[in-house]
């Protein structure tokens, strides 16, 4: 489904990612830690399509096609999701209002139907209680006033509106206390299919209890260095990032 | 704004925000006020925002496009003066609002 190779990337004319390799397969969960400055948000927001970042080599497929050389827009309608680590605020834009063009600017993409009113409120009721999200937040203008856990609810919360088939987790557990970490992972947990893969940047082992990955990769300086099963994740919490140190770039 | 000698505790609040589209813009304001009348409340707001490119990446990565982002965004800022607004005015204004816009993005 998202075929990495060789990804270099740079902001500002800084290196940030010097040869990511990734392969994530439908069905999957894959999940990728490093320390603060390792590249891991520059990966996610590659990925969706976030301007200021110029791709010095490498190529991304996704679904076979040239990820890259598509509009942020177009990423989303094809179905690639960005849980973002800091949700923006609207004013005066309400969530659903918001949510209803989203999801039908998808909808008439995918050659579907647009969904009218109440079959669009039908599906907010269904999907709120998923993510155990407060119908009046909904109604409220997008993120604005919300405390921080509610703004990560309301990420899950739009994803499961949207129903992508690659979702990009950035951060989704930092600023979470731990029922809401639990409740947030219960929604992602629920949105698992054999049809959708996730990629989970996190720097903590925690949202790793909750929400088993597949893969675990360890990202650092630009590049995975080690990739396992969950096993390694408890090895990194235990043991720190030092001993997988990168190797000196040539 | 000007309160006349007679007007004996009235009340003013005046708010302008103002939005910017692009950054080859900026929005100057000039309140004006004339009181003769020393019992009156005069208030002043004023804000200037743009819109961000974090605003419009959001929107992009929900699907929507650049062009209907920002209808989106201006009209949600406009909304609380337009809903004070006679309805036939309110739906006029929508329309000058979605007319002054088309090709304000690239």
Redesign the interface.
């Known amino acids: 489904m998202l075929e990495i190779k060789g990804l270099h990337a740079s902001v500002k004319g800084q290196q940030i990612l010097k040869g990511v390799d990734l392969s994530v397969k439908p069905g999957e969960v894959h999940a990728i830690m490093g320390p603060n400055g390792s590249g891991k948000s520059t990966l996610a927001h590659v990925i969706?399509?976030?301007?200021?970042y110029d791709i010095t080599a490498g190529s991304v497929l996704y679904k076979g096609q040239d990820l890259l050389a598509m509009?942020?827009?177009l990423?989303?309608?094809e179905g690639v999701?960005?849980a973002?680590q800091y949700?923006?605020e609207?004013?005066?834009?309400s969530n659903v209002?918001?949510?209803k063009?989203?999801?039908n600017?998808?909808r008439k993409?995918r050659g579907q139907s647009e969904l009218d009113a109440m079959d669009f409120l039908a599906l907010v009721k269904e999907k709120a209680k998923l993510v155990d999200i407060d119908e009046s937040l909904v109604k409220r203008?997008v993120n604005e006033g919300f405390s921080g856990g509610e703004k990560k609810r309301n990420e899950i919360f739009?994803m499961a509106i949207?129903d992508p088939q690659l979702a990009v987790l950035d951060e989704t557990d930092s600023g979470l206390d731990i029922d809401a970490l639990r409740v947030v992972a219960a929604g992602v947990n629920q949105l698992r299919s054999p049809e959708r893969a996730m990629v989970l940047v996190t720097h903590y082992q925690r949202l790793l209890d909750y929400i088993v990955p597949d893969v675990v990769h360890v990202l650092l300086d630009g590049r995975i260095v080690k990739s396992g099963d969950k096993e390694l994740a408890r090895e990194l919490e235990a043991r720190g990032y030092e001993w997988l140190e990168a190797p000196a770039a040539r | 704004m000007r309160i006349g000698k007679a007007a004996d505790n009235s009340r003013n609040y005046s708010q302008c925000d103002s939005l910017l589209l692009g950054d080859q813009c900026g929005a100057h304001t000039f309140p004006y006020i004339e009181v003769l009348n020393s019992t009156a409340q005069m208030e002043h707001e004023a804000s200037t925002s743009k819109i961000?490119?974090?605003?419009l990446?959001?929107?992009?990565?929900?699907?929507?496009?650049?062009e209907?982002a920002v209808s989106?965004?201006v009209?949600?800022?406009?909304?609380?003066v337009f809903k004070e607004l006679p309805m036939e005015f309110a739906v006029e204004a929508q329309k000058l609002l979605g007319v002054s816009l088309e090709g304000s993005v690239g």
């Open positions: 969706a399509g976030r301007p200021g509009t942020p827009e990423r989303a309608r999701f960005l973002f949700p923006v609207i004013p005066g834009v209002y918001f949510l063009a989203a999801l600017a998808i993409h203008p739009q949207l | 961000g490119e974090d605003q990446f959001y929107f992009q990565q929900r699907g929507v496009s650049p209907d989106m965004i009209n949600g800022f406009c909304k609380e």
